[in-house]
């Protein structure tokens, strides 16, 4: 299935997703005194700007962008199914950035991270 949000923002922040997965850091877990269940290692994919430069990220890959504007709201369509997580102006539909991934049947989550004082961000369904 695929879906589609949006996210306005100013200044530093990232939007992105990824995907919660079952790990094996058992002596991390009790210096931590959590539970013992695996914690979760997240795969991350996400498209961002520090103001200045903007960049995609995720484990296997760190790209600089150069959008032809700098958007201040950007669109993210998930094709679950296909693999691809795209990320766009939202304002003009101009691509900005296409990741391609194996989902492996894990639930996917969006997040949103701002890096900066002064920074907002408002999601738009």
Do not use: M
């Not at 995907?19 to 961002?48: F, K, N």
């Not at 700007?49 to 504007?69: C, D, M, V």
């Amino acid at each position: 299935s695929t879906h589609h949000k949006e996210k306005v923002g100013s200044g530093g922040s990232s939007v992105g997703s990824g995907d919660a997965s079952s790990s094996r850091h058992h002596h991390r877990r009790r210096r931590l005194h959590l539970p013992q269940q695996p914690l979760l290692q997240r795969e991350v994919w996400c498209v961002g700007t520090n103001g200045k430069r903007y960049q995609a990220q995720s484990s296997t890959e760190q790209t600089l962008l150069s959008p032809s504007e700098k958007p201040r709201r950007f669109g993210v369509y998930l094709d679950y199914e296909a693999g691809r997580l795209g990320f766009y102006n939202a304002e003009t539909l101009a691509h900005v950035h296409t990741f391609s991934a194996a989902f492996l049947g894990e639930r996917v989550f969006p997040f949103f991270r701002v890096l900066s004082k002064g920074t907002r961000i408002k999601l738009c369904p």
